[in-house]
């Protein structure tokens, strides 16, 4: 996925696949890979920022319950691209090669070590299109895709986490 809009289209052939790998057992902990384009990384006081904007974060990795990553920048001002970046784990410009289409997505080696694969992705920008291709296509491990509707729909309040009925 390049820059331009119209080489989105130019590959539709498979992702690659996995190298040989059996999970012993299905995993007992979580991994949540949180992405925010909204807010700086910089102003999150799990990065140094002085104020407490993130007291909760930094309480699971003093307990070693969260690995953080860093400040990270976009490859793209748009969010597909960025996302494509993401998920594909490449990281070079331009992608003329279409790895960010062909590479194993982060869904794929979850999957593979056992864990079930969700994605909730309020934005709609970059899975929603590719979770229409089902099977084999472009985003095959994915078990669940979630919206701020599926919330809804689960009677599930965004802002308290509680359920109602």
Partial sequence: MQCKFESRREYHGPRDGLPP???PHRPNDSIIYVIDESVRGSNLSLNGYPRATTPFLQYLETRGRLKNLGICVAAS????VSNAYLISGHNAFPDNAFRTDKNPTLFDYAKKMGYETICIDINE???YSLMKAAGDGPVRALDQWMNDDTFEERHIDLETRRIWA
Avoid: E, K, Q, R
């Fill in 21 to 23: 790998f059996s999970a």
């Fill in 77 to 80: 001002s748009f969010s597909h």
């Fill in 125 to 127: 920008t970059c899975l």
